[in-house]
């Protein structure tokens, strides 16, 4: 279940942070679902510890998949650059949790 409980922190999060980027636009609305998304995403993140998994592996995993799935998604909705270079840095992002998880 703690991955489970990972999994909507980190699509809760980014929902909140690419609600941010439509609130920032100047749809101020939006900073509901910005606070809402923060909200739900750290309850969630703080069920996903109390269920076993390490603050190392988590806070990792929850971060790193958060800003590949916020670059990726900002490049689709928003057509924000993402270039090569970023997608290679997300790579080694993931290699990165990998290698974390391992160890």
């Known amino acids: 279940m703690s991955w489970v409980y990972l999994i909507g922190a980190i699509l809760t999060e980014v929902a909140g942070t ?3 980027r439509v609130a920032a636009g ?5 900073y509901v679902v910005v606070v809402g998304g923060y909200v739900v995403s750290f309850v969630l993140l ?3 510890l109390q269920e076993g998994l390490g603050i190392g592996v988590a806070y990792g995993i929850w ?4 800003v590949a799935l916020t670059a990726v998604l900002s490049n689709a909705l928003f057509g924000e650059p993402l270039t090569r270079t970023m997608v290679l840095g997300m790579g080694l992002v993931v290699v990165g949790v990998a290698l974390l998880e391992l160890g």
């Not at 971060?63 to 958060?66: D, K, P, S």
Request: no cysteine.
């Open 46 to 48: 703080a069920a996903a």
């Open 63 to 66: 971060t790193a998949l958060g």
């Open 18 to 20: 690419l609600s941010l």
């Open 26 to 30: 100047g749809r101020r609305g939006w």
